[in-house]
């Protein structure tokens, strides 16, 4: 039988260069109290046996775990995985973030928490002991909770905050929701509709507002009206249902959805009536998750640059950690409109 190829590890490595292995530590990790010999010869073994450092070996420089925690809604997340709804929303933070850590040698591990619950911080105080990440990403509504960021500052961790722009350290980063439903709301009124009724989200996410005071001013600079043409849904289907039922008993020719579940049991309501989407009624969505793209009529949806925001949130915390100087000002990343098939002139 044949042997199994024993691992090259951070000892055999010191073993063959003749250093420490708090030496190999600091070559690995680029620090620069290493004499340049000492790098030379560190670095001959490396390429001499085959190495690839692991974060057991990054970490043994004591100053960074190189792991970056991302923070994510365990209620919904959970929810749509049982339901087999899919979880976009993870998937392109995933692809977003691991991609950039792995340009940095860091890895990025999710973890759901719940915001609502009375133990937060008695939980995540244990996630931040085990895992002891250098930085956390927060996605809403986490991102806004006080208890999560005042834990995070006291423990002097860097953060980013995805969807906050609430006063406190961490950097703030958006997809400009406002613009983006303003966005929705003229392209709506640009195929001819003036009864352009809005699904708002929930008040816990900041975003909410955003995208309410978004289609409000474009209402305004259209000179519409906008009473009884908002309803306050909550991101789940139900709620996407009854506003749904709501807007069209006030007459809305166009409906703005705050997220792909409500905006398909619009689609399905419309469809439980006899109207025709888009003939009878105009719908467009945001997140554009698959469930957008594979409806009937395809969705025109609001992309949201999810992994292009949690790229970036990655490059600012590790730009803290290594001391180089961070924006402090919140950064844009603005969203996109995606035309497919459920808008059109109403009739």
Known sequence: MARRRQAVTIKHVAADAGVSLQTVSRVINKEPNVRPEMMARVQEAIERLGYVPSIAAQRMGGSRSYLIVALNDRERTIAGWRNHEGTDWVDQMLLGGMLKCAEHGYRLIVELVDTHSDHIERELSAALAALQPDGVI??????????????????????????????????????????????????????????????????????????????????????????????????????????????????????????????LATLLLARDRGLDVPGDLSLVSFDDTPIARFAHPPLTSVVQPIAEVTSRAVELIIAERAGRDAPTDPIEIAASLAVRGSTAPPR
């Open 138 to 263: 927060l996605t809403p509504p986490h991102s806004q909770n006080p208890l999560i960021t005042g834990l995070l500052e006291r423990e002097g961790i860097s953060f980013a905050r995805i969807g906050s722009l609430a006063p406190g350290r961490g950097f703030a980063l958006t997809m400009g929701d406002t613009g983006a439903a303003e966005m929705a709301t003229d392209h709506l009124f640009a195929l001819g509709h003036r009864r352009i009724g809005l699904i708002a989200g929930p008040d816990e996410y900041e975003l909410s507002a955003w995208r309410v005071a978004g289609w409000r001013a474009a209402m305004a600079a259209h000179d519409l009206p906008t009473d009884d043409l908002m309803f306050q849904g909550d991101f789940s289907y139900e709620s996407g249902r009854q506003g749904a039922e709501a807007l069209l008993e006030a007459g809305a020719t166009a409906i703005i959805a705050s997220n792909d579940q409500m905006s």
